[in-house]
């Protein structure tokens, strides 16, 4: 059966001595195991959302609930062991000198048991294919790399819900893609909840849902066909097309059938060839 993990009710949010709302009426569910893509232009309050979801701030008027629990300032610390972050830029999210201490490093605050610690912390690193680079130093690693440790820090923590803010905008597309490929496995074989918040519709393309943000609103939300089956409207809010819909949508022009309404590798193959 079906759970829901995370419920947001009419919520409305503005920056202390702000006038206007950044966030504005926004209702949404998520269910344990989906991954939910957050799509919107710049200022359309993606950030703003995924830090409350992280307890930073709290909603002005409507409820946040995580796992049937609201967030409110007594609950905020519950909330925050449910949830982990991963940022956009990889280096500025390293405390560890090698690898392992970073991935230890939450543990060891929480005052997990050195055992369990060391277990935990292999464990993450296999996850996300990085037990190899066990003793590197961070900052050696490819961003792609960074990233797959830095989501390695928070599923150590064993959170129910990991949250990405714009984590993979600053990588070259190897990385994109690795991280990408490790966010799928961690949901499909953890049944990990995800929230990607992006401006990348190629990114979101690999969620199960898509919500568009515009102006601290819900747009739309759907599957990723549905959400790219309005093209101009996601021009007219800034949102660049996945290249695969925009190929697809011109070699239908050109008399090509399609078997999905973009072009899948095969068919790519076959035009190009
Ligand atoms: P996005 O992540 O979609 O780019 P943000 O959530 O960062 O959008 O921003 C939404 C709106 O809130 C924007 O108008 C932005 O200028 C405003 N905003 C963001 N952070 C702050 C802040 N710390 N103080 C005041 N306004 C802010």
């Known amino acids: 059966m079906v759970r829901q993990i995370i419920s947001i009710e009419h919520v409305f949010y ?3 001595g702000q006038d206007p709302y950044v966030l504005k009426d926004i209702s949404l569910s998520i269910n344990e195991g989906e991954w939910l893509a957050i799509v919107g232009h710049n200022g359309s309050g993606k950030s703003t959302l995924a830090k409350m ?3 930073l701030h709290y909603p002005e008027k409507g409820e946040v609930r995580i796992d049937t629990l609201p967030l409110t300032e007594e609950t905020v610390w519950e909330i925050r062991k449910q949830i982990g972050m991963v940022f956009q830029n990889p280096d500025n999210q390293f405390v560890g000198t090698t690898v392992q201490d970073d991935v230890a490093f939450g543990l060891e605050n929480n005052g997990v048991p050195q055992n369990i610690m060391v277990e935990r912390v292999n464990h993450a690193l296999e996850r996300v294919n990085m037990h190899s680079f066990l003793d590197q130093e961070p900052h050696h690693l490819s961003g792609g790399q960074k990233q797959r ?3 390695a ?3 150590a923590l064993q959170p129910k819900v990991i949250i990405l803010d714009e984590a993979t905008s600053m990588l070259d597309p190897k990385g994109r893609k690795e991280v990408l490929e490790t966010i799928f496995e961690l949901k499909e074989e953890l049944g990990l909840t995800v929230i990607s918040i992006t401006h990348d519709l190629e990114e979101a393309s690999k969620a199960d849902r898509i919500v568009v943000l ?3 609103e819900v747009y739309n939300e759907g599957t990723p ?3 790219f089956q ?9 949102l660049d097309i996945p290249f695969s819909i925009k190929m697809g949508k011109e070699l239908e022009k050109q008399g090509f059938t399609l078997e999905k309404n973009y072009l899948t590798e095969n068919e790519l193959v076959d035009a190009l060839w």
């Not at 309005?230 to 800034?238: H, N, T, V």
């Open 225 to 227: 066909m549905e959400i």
């Open 230 to 238: 309005m093209q101009e409207e996601l021009i007219e809010l800034g």
């Open 214 to 216: 515009n102006k601290g």
């Open 149 to 151: 440790v830095a989501i």
């Open 14 to 16: 503005r920056y202390p």
């Open 53 to 55: 979801l992280n307890g």
């Open 153 to 155: 820090g928070v599923i």
